[in-house]
């Protein structure tokens, strides 16, 4: 059973920053990829930014050049520094990694005041 923990959200005013964590119960090299979701009120869920095993990262066009994808091998931890944030960076966030199936994390929430 493959457990995923999010962690790191909270209120930033806009320009702020913010660094979520995503907590895997295996071996992060076990999964294809890991990745950053996001899902603002009444939306549906988007790709953020994505990380694959070999290195290779992708980010939705909305945070090229503000949001960074990292990983830390020996604790099973996958990063999101948020830089300059936007109010439309408002969403509940989700880790997600891949191989086979799919795997989630519980969401952690996000919210950028004026």
């Known amino acids: 059973q493959v457990q995923l923990v999010d962690s790191g959200g909270g209120l930033v005013q806009a320009g702020g920053s913010l660094r979520l964590s995503c907590s895997a119960s295996r071996s992060i090299f076990t999964f294809n990829g890991m990745g950053w979701y996001r899902q603002a009120p009444g939306k549906q869920r988007e790709l953020v930014a994505t990380?694959?095993?070999?290195?290779?990262?992708t980010y939705a066009d909305s945070v090229k050049g503000r949001f960074t994808i990292s990983r830390d091998n020996a604790k099973n931890t996958v990063y999101l520094q948020m830089n300059s944030l936007k109010l439309e960076d408002t969403a509940v966030y989700y880790c997600?990694?891949?191989?086979?199936?799919?795997?989630w994390g519980q969401g952690t929430q996000v919210t950028v005041s004026s």
């Open positions: 990380l694959t095993t070999g290195g290779t990262t």
């Open positions: 997600k990694a891949w191989y086979l199936s799919d795997y």
